[in-house]
């Protein structure tokens, strides 16, 4: 049994290596959240600029976020990207969902539960000045906290990235909210077929 247990211990350890990523040993760290955040100023299109590298996203290009307000209470979401097809061609393609904070007094931890996916996700706004910039977290424990998956996005309101002054900004913002910058990657914003 012991034996067992070290291959599987192994082998999460090796697709963690793997994907360079975001799963990592340990419970998810202690990320604030955006006290004030207000959704109305929130609304409208972001850019993905920079974002930890997941499954779900791998091989899209020009990851773009429409935020449309559906009543007072919850938030139309529209993902869309480009990638290329089994031809090589590039497509456009697109997620739909709704978000929605379940806590009144905590409006920047937002769930969100995409049209075609039966899980609701965490969707934390750590920070935004709601014109130039928005750092947004999720993550899960796995195995009761003996590792933890997170995810994270650097959104920004246009495609061209950010000014040395913003991009200052957010690495302070990173540091200060416990958030591992060394994990982004750059996201393409060329070439684009959905926008």
Known sequence: MAGKSILVFAVLVLAAVSVRASFTPGRCPVVPVKADFDVAQYLGVWYDIRSYFTIFQAGV???????TSLNATHVRVNNTGTKHNKKGEKIAINATGVAY????????????????????GDYWVVDTDYSNYAIVWSCKNIASGLFHISYSWV??????????????????????????????EEVVQTGCVNY
Not at 158 to 184: H, M, R
Request: proline share 7%; net charge positive; hydrophobic share 35%.
């Open 101 to 120: 904070a379940p806590n009144a007094s905590i409006p920047a931890k937002l769930k969100v539960k995409f049209d075609n996916q039966p899980n609701v």
């Open 155 to 184: 959104l920004g309101r246009n495609s061209n990235g950010f000014s040395p002054a913003v991009e200052g900004t957010i690495d302070q913002l990173l540091a200060k909210n416990n958030i591992d910058a060394t994990l982004y």
């Open 61 to 67: 290009n020009c990851s773009r976020a429409d935020y």
